[in-house]
């Protein structure tokens, strides 16, 4: 049996102002940063083989906490970045909504090809799907922990476990460095055990892309 964690990174200022981060490298705030090392000792409970993560700031400095108790070096893949938001990245989200709106509208309703030059979800889920496969396969039958993105996370877990966008949109997003837990075995292939798991915290934040 392969355990996979797919964890969130820790929460950035643009989380917090509702900016549209998508791939802008932003970086951890201090409240990130104290999330990180709060999930941390409970990630390393699980004694994790390997440890990757996206090579953007947010998510590769959420993963050093981790490492800094494990002693893994954090294995950096760019196919972890979180989707590409076009136009609107560097945009709080209100503006992209004024600037944008059939975009807006368009996004918000779920299709999974806005415009605006925002990444499709299609492209989304089979990058970050095959980086979860390639960080599965380094410890095949262990533990392994990849620290991605909200977005990124969510396609990428759903294609693994082959659902569509309707289902997806269904499923309540990670909060800042929460993970869902997805183990694969000869039988079952890859399931479901647990989602949106971390340590209780600060009231949660206005919701990020």
Request: glycine share 10%; hydrophobic share 40%; proline share 6%.
């Amino acid at each position: 049996m392969t355990r996979l964690i797919v964890w969130r990174h820790g929460n950035t200022d643009w989380n917090a102002t509702g900016r549209v981060q998508g791939q802008t490298d932003v970086p951890l705030n201090d409240l990130g940063r104290e999330q990180a090392r709060t999930a941390a000792p409970l990630l390393a409970a699980l004694r994790p083989d390997v440890v990757v993560a996206s090579d953007l700031l947010r998510a590769a400095d959420t993963a050093a906490a981790l490492a800094q108790l494990t002693g893994h070096p954090v294995r950096p893949d760019a196919r972890l970045r979180e989707r590409h938001f076009g136009q609107w990245q560097g945009l709080a989200l209100t503006d992209a909504a004024e600037q944008f709106p059939a975009e807006y509208a368009r996004w918000r309703a779920g299709d999974p090809d806005p415009g605006a030059g925002i990444e499709p979800l299609d492209d989304l889920g089979k990058r970050v799907g095959e980086a979860l496969l390639a960080a599965a396969e380094l410890a095949d039958g262990g533990t392994v922990v990849v620290a991605t993105h909200g977005g990124a996370a969510r396609q990428g877990v759903g294609r693994l476990l082959d659902w569509d966008h309707s289902v997806l949109r269904s499923v309540g997003s990670l909060a800042n460095c929460h993970w869902t837990e997805l183990r694969r075995n000869d039988v079952r292939g890859w399931h479901l055990r647990a989602h949106n798991v971390g340590p209780i915290s600060r009231p949660a934040q206005p919701e990020p892309v």
